[in-house]
């Protein structure tokens, strides 16, 4: 305690020098927290984007084809059958592990009512397990299920946003609702990962296709793999899903524009690579930001061991031991660098938090978000703030041996 209350009263006989300091510290951390949620908060928004579907999803869409094959010329429009489907669905059983697999049908601008409350929609037809591929969340009553699939039910899952116009405070679920004139009851009310301006509602595949598409005409096929790991892996899974095609819709294998090949699994792994890139970047800078205040407590710890020299010189006469020397040093070191250290990491917290509050209680804007959460793990945190002790520790440790070596005749003689 001696010793503590010693080291508080050299800094106090040099405040100003502590406290500039101390600031250098302070704003070093401050700012790579701040940096990590800034960080944090662009990589959050972008996936929100990005990674509506869950990452292990792939989705196929028929394009128009840009080369000639087969007898056909370019520019021939693809469509995907019901046969087509259960084609697909059986030869990419053979080639992954596919854990959902759904057709989708999508009818652009179906308007619902329910009283006198109406809205405009895409209302989408799919199977059970496409609110996994989706990340879909329920938020009162249930998803679509197998017997609606066979029953070809007219139910519907509607959105909170289409749900609130509808119904306001009354209760959802239970309710029916006319679309395009025909009755549909409410089973569930769903939330998503990403805002969509104009969100879908969604009815059973089979019921769709009896009541909205007797033609049959497919808008696109989703499906989850669980066996691709690599970036590599999704790549030659999608050449095999090409050729696969290819093969069944006659174009050529080469015709990236015959059909379309959305691949989450690779979009995920190349977004990730470049979040951590971006991460990399920011650490290097924050971890610059505290090399400068490191500098300053090393800088102040050798002004602090010359000053001293007599006093130091005068101990070791009266016997006192090189490491009580090396202590009290190494000891007015951390004291500085935890003290400033823990007050940046609470006001980069607390600006972080600040900020990420008065996002969420900002009005949702349409369209893609760019920023969202920008916060930082308090293992991060607490990660920084152990680089920066550490970091003091080796900055204290240098001048305190040099106190150390110094002979107490050469002491008591310093200027």
């Known amino acids: 305690m001696e010793l503590i209350n010693e080291i508080l009263s050299a800094l106090r006989a040099n405040r100003l020098r502590t406290a500039l300091t101390g600031f250098a510290i302070v704003w070093g951390i401050f700012m790579l927290i701040i940096l990590l949620s800034a960080g944090n908060g662009l990589n959050n928004g972008m996936s929100s984007n990005f990674f509506y579907m869950a990452k292990n999803t792939i989705a196929l869409y028929p394009g128009t084809t840009t080369l000639p094959y087969g007898g056909f010329q370019k520019g021939r429009a693809l469509r995907f059958s019901p046969a087509d489907v259960d084609f697909i669905e059986e030869e990419l059983h053979k080639m992954a592990d596919i854990q959902q697999f759904t057709p989708i049908y999508n009818?652009?601008?179906?308007?619902?009512?329910?009283?006198?409350?109406f809205t405009v929609c895409t209302l989408s037809g799919v199977r059970p397990g496409y609110e996994v591929m989706r990340s879909l969340s329920i938020a009162d009553g249930r998803f679509l299920n197998q017997a609606d699939e066979v029953q070809r039910n007219k139910v519907i899952l509607l959105h909170t946003?289409?749900?609130?116009?509808?119904?306001?405070?009354?209760?959802?679920?239970?309710?029916?609702?006319?679309?395009?004139?025909?009755?549909?009851?409410?089973?569930?009310?769903?939330?998503?990962?990403?805002?969509?301006?104009r969100p879908s509602v969604y009815i059973p595949f089979a019921t769709s296709q009896v009541i909205y598409n007797p033609k049959g005409n497919i808008?696109?096929?989703?499906?989850?793999?669980?066996?691709?790991?690599t970036k590599e892996q999704s790549d030659e899974f999608a050449k095999k899903i090409?050729?696969?095609l290819a093969h069944r819709l006659n174009f050529d294998p080469n015709d990236e524009e015959a059909v379309w090949i959305r691949d989450s699994v690779a979009n995920a792994m190349q977004s990730e690579a470049i979040f951590a890139g971006i991460s990399f970047f920011i650490w290097i800078i924050g971890i610059g930001t505290l090399v400068a205040g490191i500098v300053g407590v090393g800088n102040i710890m050798l002004i602090t061991v010359k000053e001293r020299t007599k006093e130091f010189g005068i101990r070791k006469a009266l016997g006192a031991s090189p490491y009580s020397i090396l202590k009290s040093v190494i000891l007015e070191?951390?004291?500085?660098?935890?003290?400033?250290?823990?007050?940046?990491?609470f006001l980069g917290i607390l600006v972080s938090e600040?900020?990420?509050?008065?996002l969420e209680m900002m009005p949702k804007k349409e369209g893609p978000t760019m920023f969202m959460?920008?916060?930082?793990?308090?293992?991060?945190?607490?990660?920084?703030l152990a680089i920066l002790v550490i970091a003091g520790t080796l900055a204290g440790y240098i001048p305190a041996r040099k106190a150390v070596n110094i002979k107490p005749i050469e002491a008591l003689q310093a200027k």
């Open 373 to 384: 959460n920008p916060t930082v793990d308090l293992p991060i945190a607490l990660a920084a």
């Open 107 to 117: 009818a652009w601008n179906d308007t619902i009512v329910y009283g006198k409350e």
């Open 333 to 345: 070191s951390l004291i500085i660098t935890i003290t400033f250290g823990y007050i940046g990491l």
């Open 242 to 244: 090409r050729t696969m």
């Open 354 to 358: 600040g900020v990420a509050k008065v």
């Open 161 to 197: 946003k289409t749900a609130d116009i509808l119904f306001g405070e009354k209760k959802a679920v239970g309710s029916f609702v006319n679309v395009n004139g025909l009755p549909f009851k409410v089973v569930g009310v769903y939330t998503e990962k990403s805002e969509s301006w």
């Open 219 to 229: 808008t696109d096929i989703s499906f989850s793999v669980g066996d691709i790991t």
